[in-house]
């Protein structure tokens, strides 16, 4: 796995082109599986690891790794199967979700694959309301799994979800003409969707909820057709990273639709520990904020808000 990852920092220009790429790896059996390589800080083979008391069941123990301690979870073992045996021959992947570092357990880490998000697709219907994949493509002529892993980590350490009430009531102060709008979410993960409308109906708000960024770029050209979009939604929140169309396209596509570009666009995303800065400003978003914490949520709507209504 030595210099796998070496060029990840210059990988960035991918951003805003609509493409990711890939770490490919393999938990127990054929099937392969994929994680964003800019969620990705360093893949090494499995150390020795220390058990602790009431771990969650997933979590295999934690590791040491450059003078920090990292749980490390099974994979394998987060979406139902069994837990992956030799460790020895196992790999850990190091990753950043969500303002957190953590480790991934699988038997095998595979090769780096660059990739059009417009071929990542959703998952297939019928996987059901417990599945763990957020996307699928084709690799090889072989599917390719990409799993929700802001699920499985909801699961083993779940985040507050609640505003505090200090923001509920700065909140109050809110024109209740801008409470008559609704606000669109853009997700293509679930539990990412239920965290961010939890927090935003908290603050009274309508929510529509869109699965990727072309089902919200449809729904926002449908609202339209109707009339001013600013006269309907207050504002979008939007992921950066999903099937078919990411975020940072679907806002270059909004701020080149005329009859969308005055929309409020708030880019929220995991990709937090190697998010670049630069793009938010190119393809024109209004703001970001790292995911999750229900109060910078809440802010930043109450910002946005006082910036379309300065008095």
């Given at each position: 796995?030595?210099?796998?990852?070496?060029?990840?920092?210059?990988?960035?220009?991918?951003?805003?082109?609509?493409?990711?790429?890939?770490?490919?790896?393999?938990?127990?059996?054929?099937?392969?599986?994929?994680?964003?390589?800019?969620?990705?800080?360093?893949?090494?083979?499995?150390?020795?690891?220390?058990t602790l008391p009431q771990l969650h069941r997933v979590v295999r123990g934690v590791a040491h790794i450059r003078g920090k301690t990292i749980s490390v979870i099974d994979l394998s073992l987060a979406t139902g199967g069994r837990p992956i045996e030799d460790l020895s021959?196992?790999?850990?992947?190091?990753?950043?979700?969500?303002?957190?570092?953590?480790?991934?357990?699988?038997?095998?880490?595979?090769?780096?694959?660059?990739?059009?998000?417009?071929?990542?697709?959703?998952?297939?219907?019928?996987?059901?309301?417990?599945?763990?994949?957020?996307?699928?493509?084709?690799?090889?002529?072989?599917?390719?799994?990409?799993?929700?892993?802001?699920?499985?980590?909801?699961?083993?350490?779940?985040?507050?979800?609640?505003?505090?009430?200090?923001?509920?009531?700065?909140?109050?102060?809110?024109?209740?003409?801008?409470?008559?709008?609704?606000?669109?979410v853009v997700d293509d993960s679930s539990v990412a969707r239920n965290q961010i409308k939890k927090a935003v109906s908290d603050l009274g708000f309508k929510i529509v909820l869109a699965k990727d960024g072309r089902d919200g770029l449809n729904k926002l050209r449908e609202?339209?057709?109707?009339?001013?979009?600013?006269?309907?939604?207050?504002?979008?929140?939007?992921?950066?990273?999903?099937?078919?169309?990411?975020?940072?396209?679907?806002?270059?596509?909004?701020?080149?639709?005329?009859?969308?570009?005055?929309?409020?666009?708030?880019?929220?995303?995991?990709?937090?520990?190697?998010?670049?800065?630069?793009?938010?400003?190119?393809?024109?978003?209004?703001?970001?904020?790292?995911?999750?914490?229900?109060?910078?949520?809440?802010?930043?709507?109450?910002?946005?808000?006082?910036?379309?209504?300065?008095?």
């Open positions: 796995m030595a210099g796998l990852l070496d060029t990840v920092n210059q990988r960035t220009q991918l951003v805003g082109q609509n493409r990711l790429e890939l770490l490919m790896f393999r938990l127990n059996g054929r099937q392969r599986f994929g994680i964003n390589v800019f969620k990705v800080k360093e893949v090494l083979q499995c150390p020795p690891l220390t021959k196992a790999f850990i992947i190091i990753s950043e979700y969500n303002r957190s570092v953590q480790g991934f357990l699988v038997s095998s880490v595979e090769r780096i694959i660059n990739i059009n998000w417009e071929a990542i697709l959703p998952p297939p219907k019928g996987t059901g309301r417990f599945s763990y994949l957020t996307a699928v493509t084709e690799v090889d002529k072989e599917l390719v799994e990409v799993l929700d892993v802001e699920k499985i980590l909801h699961e083993v350490a779940p985040v507050k979800m609640e505003v505090s009430e200090g923001i509920l009531e700065t909140a109050t102060q809110i024109d209740t003409k801008e409470i008559e709008k609704v606000i669109l609202m339209a057709a109707n009339g001013p979009i600013t006269d309907q939604i207050a504002l979008m929140i939007s992921d950066i990273e999903m099937p078919e169309m990411d975020g940072y396209t679907l806002t270059a596509e909004v701020r080149n639709d005329q009859s969308l570009n005055g929309l409020y666009i708030i880019l929220h995303t995991s990709l937090s520990g190697v998010f670049n800065q630069a793009m938010v400003t190119k393809v024109g978003a209004n703001d970001f904020i790292a995911k999750f914490n229900p109060d910078e949520l809440a802010g930043a709507v109450l910002k946005a808000l006082k910036a379309a209504d300065p008095s």
